[in-house]
């Protein structure tokens, strides 16, 4: 079982930066790739990024590549997400997720875990 918990969100202006963190429970966290998922008023959940259980492999949505860094330090059960340019576009709840898979997965059925959300609002 792994419970996660994300912060970080908040309001912040277009062009600005957050970073979330989904701190983890659990003395396997290691083990788990970890993925970043959104969701926006009217609209379904979307793929973000996604880090393997090593840090050594990273996955990110073409919307967000190259503004957006996925990295997790295991030391500390924490998966982070820095949001760099931030677009009113990227304005969503967003969770974190653990998968028992190995590979960097797009698709939220591969996540066995789930966190309650964060709200990211970009304004102009």
């Known amino acids: 079982q792994v419970q996660l918990v994300e912060s970080g969100g908040g309001l912040v202006q277009a062009g600005g930066s957050l970073r979330l963190s989904c701190a983890a429970s659990g003395r396997t966290f290691s083990s788990y790739g970890m993925g970043w998922f959104r969701q926006a008023p009217g609209k379904e959940r979307e793929f973000v990024a996604a880090i393997n259980w090593r840090g050594t492999i990273r996955n990110y949505a073409d919307s967000v590549k190259g503004r957006f860094t996925n990295s997790r330090d295991n030391a500390k059960n924490t998966v982070y997400l820095q949001m760099d340019s931030l677009k009113l576009e990227d304005t969503a709840v967003y969770y974190c997720?653990?998968?028992?898979?190995?590979?960097?997965?797009?698709?939220?059925?591969?996540?066995?875990?789930w966190g309650q959300g964060t709200q990211v609002t970009v304004s102009s």
């Open positions: 997720a653990a998968t028992s898979g190995i590979a960097t997965y797009v698709s939220a059925r591969e996540y066995d875990y």
